[in-house]
């Protein structure tokens, strides 16, 4: 019982800084500061929580699954990741479009893990999907 505890406590201290960056991420955002924020956040990504986005956009998925039960990250916090790198795209789309569209890619594969492994199709992430489809459909458009 006390080790449950134990590990639920570290599931929610990790759910607070997670929240944390990310929040701060996008207050900076707003600020115009975007690529700062960016560089902020994925440092603090790695010192904090011991999460690579680099790994993250990259890595097949049965190995980022691993990777995240290793973590101990909750389907929540892959969806709060979800929204980080759904950002991420989105400040790229001018910049590199085609990066941009693997990006968002990475996030509606990352939405389809949180859905597996949770068993649960809410939604909320139905129409985060949808969005990520209609930017999808504005890059390959666009190209």
Same mark, same amino acid.
């Given at each position: 019982?006390? +080790?449950? #505890? *134990?590990?639920? $406590? /570290? *599931?929610?201290?990790?759910? +607070?800084?997670?929240?944390?960056i990310i929040a701060n991420f996008f207050q900076l955002k707003l600020k115009g500061k975007t690529a700062q924020g960016i560089e902020i956040a994925n440092e603090q990504f790695k010192t /904090?929580?011991?999460? #690579?986005?680099?790994? *993250?956009?990259?890595?097949?998925?049965?190995?980022?699954?691993?990777?995240? /039960? =290793? +973590?101990?990250?909750?389907?929540? %916090?892959?969806? =709060?990741?979800?929204?980080? *790198?759904?950002?991420?795209?989105?400040?790229?789309? $001018? &910049? $590199?479009? %085609?990066?941009?569209?693997? @990006?968002?890619? +990475?996030?509606?594969?990352?939405?389809?893990?949180?859905?597996?492994?949770?068993? &649960?199709?809410?939604?909320?992430?139905?129409?985060?999907? /949808? %969005?990520?489809? %209609?930017?999808?459909?504005? @890059?390959?458009? #666009?190209?």
């Amino acid at each position: 019982m006390e +080790r449950r #505890d *134990i590990l639920k $406590d /570290q *599931i929610e201290q990790f759910g +607070r800084a997670l929240g944390s960056i990310i929040a701060n991420f996008f207050q900076l955002k707003l600020k115009g500061k975007t690529a700062q924020g960016i560089e902020i956040a994925n440092e603090q990504f790695k010192t /904090q929580l011991d999460l #690579d986005i680099d790994y *993250i956009l990259e890595s097949d998925l049965e190995t980022l699954q691993v990777y995240f /039960q =290793e +973590r101990k990250v909750s389907v929540q %916090n892959i969806e =709060e990741l979800v929204d980080y *790198i759904v950002a991420l795209a989105e400040s790229k789309i $001018d &910049i $590199d479009p %085609n990066h941009s569209a693997a @990006i968002f890619e +990475r996030a509606l594969a990352l939405y389809t893990m949180a859905t597996r492994i949770s068993k &649960i199709y809410p939604f909320s992430r139905i129409q985060k999907e /949808q %969005n990520i489809r %209609n930017l999808l459909l504005k @890059i390959t458009a #666009d190209l």
